[in-house]
């Protein structure tokens, strides 16, 4: 069977608790040896105990004894063995009893217990300090670190030569805070060490700020087949949550190496472990690869020089005090060692084997001296003569507990330390996983790009959503996003608003210079015709066109074309006033004058079906009234429009903002809105669509005698010009070309619509003008006139009857209003709109002529054109035919 303690002798006996061996299997209390974390923690209060013992200021004429428990790393197994240590202080359960001869027995004296050292975990040390307390037996703990120990209502014999995990979580916290994490897990064993731990831990971050807590998963204390794999898994749950706060004994922190390396994961996880990983070799021996890179934490502490003298010079021989020394040699060196019988030319420590001193030797050998001492100091004051009095066999706990409390002496850790709280490491010696120079990035959400913001998800400060700041958006601060001054537009990472360049139509650019090129070929063309005319101002063919609004027309289509010149031009006050008065000014005068020729035409017409008395305002002087008089009307609402609101020139930011910010400019404009040019515009489309019915209206006249057809036609493709406009003006894309497109759109369709009543009207006048002057002649006088026809009254019954008159009705000559043109467009037989209609015969020279006249004798009438007579009484009309 395995021993359970190690018994020295002594005047006086310390207590030791010490984790020889892990814990065991289910059913088993105790595992294999655990080389640091017991033998060489154990021997350090052996160490101890020789160098008191040795040493004539401490405890003169006294000797410490110990008895020292094994507690398996296990909490109730730890608890069954410390009860031994009250055992002899318990009456015998049945009593005294007596001797046959009546006499009281006579027993060994009960073994003087003054105090313990020990537990090593902190779940250990609460359930000892529980018992200990009901006996006032003082406890100095080398290694217990759980805050709760720290309540002395609850533990008041209870020290410690070790700071609590409070301040060893702050000093994890500044760890982690150093290497930039920002979002790790927490892994702890069940038990008052682990969990209070995580929550010192939990805490202190919460305190610092800037630290979340991804996941705090708890290791069960007795953790079933497959538990640490469960745990893996559920660490990459969180898997950006690469830094691992490790609140874990010994054996749970190798196994979750294990796991790691099982799964694949070597080298994903960075460690931060807590003394309770500290230095030691045992955890990480054969899963290097998976610790690699990992920090553990260790109360400050210097190696003891003495201590690796004296534990190296350990053998089997020297060192039979300790019983499960044996064990510990079996494992160092790898071998089995005969029952009962020591090997011939034995290795030794250190040498043939790797050897570090464990990181709590340091103070275990504190805690034996601060029992010595504090012994030392309570006998000095109780027995001043030296040795153990009676009254002190054995020594007041309560009375050595105070004297504790207050003792100073020299520990084995010298030197002094860096108290301001900031990790300091040499960054070039650290060594991190996958061989990388920097530490791995543990956080829950990267950082945010330029011009992206943090969404926080609630309920988490760590973690967030990246949103880019759209639109005219740049980035204020790491959590807001606000929009650009109207004149300003984001930089390209959106860290700040820049100046919107301003773009200004140049005369250079494709949407000004087609439009430039038809309006400049448009006014020579129009110039051209002008030109014809004045110099043919006297023929039959410009006098059939009605001189004064022929001229009139051309000046209104030239206007049109020179409006692009204003639509390209620079905006300033002068540019956009002109364009304010003559955007509309051409197309009302070239429609207006339309108007009036087509409404006259109109107007004879039906006149002539229902009486024989002439329209008003036919005569040119009539028609020029007409004409600038609705005209005159744009004149006036532009001239109003300037003087209520005066013309301005602004950049707008508006019009040039596209979904693109870096597309966005802002457009030079006259103050004059899409719908602001749509309303110069709207009163000359009132008259063109005005125009265009009258054509309609007036298509039945004879091609022959009048303009009527060619101006419908004109009116027709003119009204499919703007049709087109609307769509491409009101659909270009939105973009800052917006507004060049547009302008060039509405260039374009002015100039197109002015060239065709140029192109339609003029253009054959001119024709017949230049090349065909021959049919721009007056018509010739007959020199024999034939015989004068008789014209019986009611009736018109001529002798001599002409071949069929070119106007539809064959029957009989229809009425030719006053003022309409023969063929060939020249007034027929001198025919004007001063002198009476008539009708001219192909082949002949006489002609007909009505007279419209009052009841009364006949009139004699003679055509100007021939010496022809004849006298006819229509209906009581007398009328020369």
Known sequence: ???????????????????????????????????????????????????????????????????????????????????????????????????????????????????????????????????????????????????????????????????????QAQAMVAVVRALGWSYVSTLASEGNYGESGVEAFVQSSREAGGLCIAQSIKIPREPKPGEFAKVIGRLMETSTARGVVLFANEDDIRRVLEAATLANLSGHFSWVGSDSWGAKMAPVQGLE?????????????????????????????????????????????????????????????????????????????????????????????????????????????????????????????????????????????????????????????????????????????????????GGYQYRADLLTCLPCAPHLRPTPNRTACRPTPVLRLSWGHPCAAVPLALATLGLMATAFVLVTFVRHHETPIVKASGRELSYVLLVGIALVYAITFLMVAEPGVGVCALRRLFLGMGMSLTYAALLTKTNRIYRIFEQGKRSVTPPRFISPTSQLVITFTLSGLQLLAAATWLLVRPPHALIDYEMGRTPDPEAARGVLRCDMAEGATLACLAYALLLMLTCTVYAVKARGVPENFNEAKPIGFAMYTTCVVWLAFGPIFFGAAQSAERVHVQTATLTVSMSLSASVPLGLLYAPKVYVILLHPERNQPKRRGADPPPTPQIAPGSLNLSHRPPQSPLKDPKLPQDTPKGLTGMGGAPLAGGSSRTPPLWGYPGSSCSVQRVWAPRGPPRTCRSPNSGCQSRANLGGHQGLG
């Open 1 to 167: 069977p395995r021993p359970h303690a190690i018994r020295l002798e002594g005047d006086l006996t310390l207590g030791g608790l010490f984790p020889v061996h892990a814990r065991g299997p289910a059913g088993v209390p105790c595992g294999p040896v655990k080389k640091e974390k017991g033998i060489h923690r154990l021997e350090a209060m052996l160490y101890a105990l020789d160098r008191v013992n040795g040493d004539p200021r401490v405890l003169p004429n006294l000797t410490l004894g110990a008895r020292i428990l094994d507690t398996c790393s296990r909490d109730t197994y730890a608890l069954e063995q410390a009860l031994s240590f009250v055992r002899s202080l318990l009456p015998p359960e049945g009593g005294e009893g007596s001797c046959p001869d009546g006499s009281a027995p006579r027993r060994p004296p009960p073994e003087r217990l003054v105090g313990v050292i020990g537990a090593s975990a902190s779940s250990v040390s609460i359930m000892v300090a529980n018992v200990l307390r009901l006996f006032a037996i003082p406890q100095i703990s080398y290694a217990s670190t759980a805050p709760e120990l720290s309540d002395p209502g609850r533990y008041e014999f209870f020290s410690r030569v070790v700071p609590p995990d409070s301040y």
């Open 289 to 469: 690869e998976a610790a690699h890179g990992a920090i553990t934490i260790l109360p400050k502490r210097a190696s003891v020089p003495g201590f690796d003298e004296y534990f190296t010079s350990r053998s089997l021989e020297n060192n039979r005090r300790n019983l499960w020394f044996h064990e510990f040699w079996e494992d160092d060196f790898n071998c089995r060692l005969p029952h009962g019988t020591a090997p011939h030319g034995e290795p030794r420590i250190g040498r043939d084997s790797p050897y570090e001193q464990e990181g709590k030797v340091q103070f275990v050998i504190d805690a034996v001296l601060a029992m010595a001492h504090g012994l030392h100091s309570l006998l000095g004051e109780a027995c001043p003569g030296g040795g153990l009095c009676a009254h002190m066999d054995p020594p007041d706990g309560r009375r050595l507990l105070t004297h504790i409390r207050r003792v100073a002496f020299n520990g084995t850790v010298g030197g002094t330390g860096d108290h301001s709280g900031k990790p300091y490491w040499d960054e070039d010696a650290m060594a991190w996983g996958s061989n990388s120079s920097l530490p791995p990035p543990s956080v829950c959400s990267l950082p945010c790009g330029p011009g992206e913001r943090k969404k926080p998800v609630k309920g988490v400060p760590c973690c967030w959503h990246c949103e880019l700041c």
